[in-house]
């Protein structure tokens, strides 16, 4: 795991010029990699490649990069791990490749020679990746199928400047375009931005499954994979064979590592999973961290100490209560990349992970997508199915939609007035679930910022491309993936974690294991409770099985009554309505706190 930076011309720089700015966007990304550090220019000046290095596979100086092949004609930068890089490298040197070092970079390199962009398809791994070719004078950038790894991008005047994380290209003064409208809406819409979009007007995120080509000055971007269920008829025992399967599968390729690999452990059934199929797969040293909160109701401590001492596991447990998380929150609010209305539970457990000596944990998170563990696959289609109910009158949706949400003292019902202003898809039912402000409330927001009129905030800004999938449930697994856990979750699952340079993996989030599973019918899949994973891991004991689900959360509003109030004052003061709740607070709150700590110019 690491953090890659780059600048490409489309006319040549001085040398020293070159040089100083990638050099100062490695400062800024020292976090995500202590262990090296490079750039790298063109003779030319006009590439340039930067790359901080957090070393996992071949600990030796063999794996400093940027990393180039022997003819120089190839340069490469690289951020994440590639699972099967083993498998590949067999398959390069059966035709006469010979490697220099045991890594999965050097793997990248010679397969991108030998065949190209067409490479991304036999990656299993995460990855954002950029790749110089000296002789065609062009860059190619990708990032991996699900969106583990981001990776974000500006083009001005012909020039290409990327880095793994948007700051990096604010410190530098790559990204000086002011806020862009549309995203600040969506944000306080549904507590996250999506992409391909930034807060930052010109600043982009690549894709989940997308590459980018830069030749000559000009982009050409691709989708090169996607999220789409392909259901097959199946027994329900067949079904509970090939998840096991595909689980013990994605858990051998999640521990390759030449370091040790840890387990962030709650009382949940997929953080249960993962440490009981790693002693199915051979794991014979375990190490498992929790966290345990001053709140009964969201204290899932000794849940997590029954499971470790029944699997045997190295367990390791922090206690928070107010003061002594108010003593990481300060650092935590330094180290947004973006604002968003979580990312705090994982900055303090990937924190205590690395303060007890690890460089790799695995995470369970994607296993409520994969596998309906989240009330909205029951709630979404009933929303749709209102929807669609309140359109056969015609202008009868539309009409009642905007009196509710302009005028209803519940917010929730605010909400569903936006969703009757729309076409009601799955989708938009989605999007109304998870809402944080009604559409007309997040433009209202937006253009107090601005200092415009909300009129001038577009209402469908950032809007993604409807969902594929034909079943309903299948729909509601799509919007999760692709939406609610492409763009808050992985985010900042990557950007807390790697703040304390801790390589964050998650075995449930993988292209081969959604491919597998995809072609099991929802209605075995999605069965309530996660019956599939229940029944394809019968290894999960029952105190956890049978509990209720409660999530990784923290007792925020409690904590803020003990101390904490002052710092939400303003943000209330903000909402233009009474009784706002804890989470439109907080994503007002957020958002400030990244406007005063955001580096450069906005």
């Given at each position: 795991m690491c953090g890659i930076a780059g600048i490409i011309e489309s006319r040549p720089k001085p040398a020293p010029e070159l040089m100083a700015r990638l050099a100062a966007l490695n400062a800024c990304l020292r976090h995500r990699g202590p262990d090296d550090k490079g750039v790298w220019t063109s003779a030319d000046g006009r590439a340039g490649l930067a790359h901080v290095r957090l070393s996992i596979l071949d600990l030796s100086p063999?794996?400093?990069?940027?990393?180039?092949?022997?003819?120089?004609?190839?340069?490469?930068?690289?951020?994440?791990?590639?699972?099967?890089?083993?498998?590949?490298?067999?398959?390069?040197?059966?035709?006469?490749?010979?490697?220099?070092?045991?890594t999965d970079t050097e793997v990248l390199l010679h397969l991108y020679a030998k065949e190209g962009t067409a490479m991304l398809g036999q990656l299993r791994g995460m990855?954002?990746?950029?790749?110089?070719?000296?002789?065609?004078?062009?860059?190619?950038?990708?990032?991996?199928p699900?969106?583990?790894?981001?990776?974000?991008?500006?083009?001005?005047?012909?020039?290409?400047?990327?880095?793994?994380?948007m700051r990096a290209l604010q410190a530098g003064g790559l990204a000086e375009g002011g806020i862009n409208a549309g995203a600040l809406m969506r944000y306080f819409q549904?507590?996250?931005?999506?992409?391909?979009?930034?807060?930052?007007?010109?600043?982009?995120?690549?894709?989940a499954g997308h590459c980018l080509m830069w030749e000559a000055g000009r982009l050409s971007k691709q989708c090169y994979w996607q999220v789409r269920f392909q259901p097959e008829e199946m027994t329900r025992e067949a079904a509970v064979v090939e998840v096991r399967e595909a689980l013990l599968d994605t858990m051998r390729a999640h521990f390759v590592s030449d370091v040790p690999v840890g387990i962030f452990l709650s009382g949940g059934i997929d953080s249960t999973m993962l440490a009981a199929l790693a002693r199915k797969v051979g794991q014979e040293y375990i190490a498992t961290f929790s966290i345990g909160v001053d709140d009964e109701g969201l204290d899932e401590s000794s849940v997590a100490r029954r499971t470790a001492a029944h699997f045997g596991t190295r367990h390791q447990e922090l206690r928070l209560d107010a003061n002594t998380a108010r003593q990481q929150f300060a650092s935590f609010l330094r180290t947004i990349d973006q604002p968003s209305i979580d990312g705090f539970n994982t900055f303090t457990v990937s924190a205590f992970a690395?303060?007890?000596?690890?460089?790799?944990?695995?995470?369970?998170?994607?296993?409520?997508?994969?596998?309906?563990?989240?009330?909205?696959?029951?709630?979404?289609?009933?929303?749709?199915?209102?929807?669609?109910?309140?359109?056969?009158?015609?202008?009868?949706?539309?009409?009642?939609?905007?009196?509710?949400?302009?005028?209803?003292?519940?917010?929730?019902?605010?909400?569903?007035?936006?969703?009757l202003q729309t076409r009601g898809t799955m989708r938009d039912a989605?999007?109304?679930?998870?809402?944080?402000?009604?559409?007309?409330?997040?433009?209202?927001?937006?253009?107090?910022?601005?200092?415009?009129?909300w009129q001038?905030?577009?209402?469908?800004?950032?809007?993604?491309?409807?969902?594929?999938?034909?079943?309903?449930?299948?729909?509601?697994?799509?919007?999760?993936?692709?939406?609610?856990?492409?763009?808050?979750?992985?985010?900042?699952?990557?950007?807390?974690?790697?703040?304390?340079?801790?390589?964050?993996?998650?075995?449930?989030?993988?292209?081969?294991?959604?491919?597998?599973?995809?072609?099991?019918?929802?209605?075995?899949?999605?069965?309530?409770?996660?019956?599939?994973?229940?029944?394809a891991v019968p290894e999960i004991p029952e105190w956890v099985a049978g509990a209720t689900k409660r999530g990784f959360a923290f007792p925020f509003e409690k904590w803020l009554g003990q101390g904490w109030g002052d710092a939400f004052a303003r943000a209330?003061?903000?909402?233009?309505?009474?009784?706002?709740?804890?989470?439109?607070?907080?994503?007002?709150?957020?958002?400030?706190?990244?406007?005063?700590?955001?580096?450069?110019?906005?």
């Open positions: 063999a794996g400093h990069q940027p990393m180039s092949t022997p003819d120089e004609k190839l340069h490469i930068v690289f951020n994440g791990e590639i699972y099967n890089f083993r498998e590949l490298r067999a398959g390069l040197e059966a035709v006469g490749v010979a490697f220099r070092t045991g990855f954002a990746l950029a790749i110089w070719d000296e002789q065609r004078q062009s860059c190619f950038l990708a990032r991996d699900l969106g583990i790894k981001p990776l974000y991008y500006t083009q001005c005047g012909g020039s290409l400047t990327f880095a793994s994380e549904t507590g996250s931005v999506p992409e391909p979009h930034t807060l930052i007007k010109g600043v982009h995120s690549l894709e690395h303060q007890c000596g690890m460089k790799v944990v695995l995470s369970g998170l994607g296993g409520d997508e994969m596998f309906g563990g989240y009330k909205s696959f029951d709630q979404v289609p009933k929303l749709a199915g209102m929807a669609h109910a309140a359109r056969m009158v015609p202008g009868l949706g539309a009409l009642s939609g905007r009196l509710l949400e302009r005028h209803a003292t519940s917010h929730k019902v605010r909400r569903i007035g936006s969703l989605s999007l109304c679930l998870r809402s944080i402000f009604s559409t007309h409330e997040a433009r209202l927001l937006a253009a107090q910022y601005l200092g415009c009129a001038d905030i577009p209402a469908n800004a950032g809007a993604e491309a409807e969902v594929e999938a034909a079943d309903p449930r299948d729909a509601v697994s799509e919007c999760e993936l692709r939406f609610y856990m492409r763009n808050q979750l992985l985010k900042d699952s990557d950007v807390m974690s790697m703040a304390h340079s801790l390589e964050l993996r998650v075995p449930l989030v993988d292209r081969v294991l959604f491919e597998r599973v995809a072609r099991i019918p929802a209605s075995l899949r999605l069965r309530a409770g996660k019956q599939m994973l229940l029944e209330t003061a903000r909402v233009p309505f009474k009784n706002p709740t804890w989470y439109q607070r907080w994503s007002i709150f957020m958002f400030d706190t990244w406007l005063t700590e955001s580096p450069g110019k906005i």
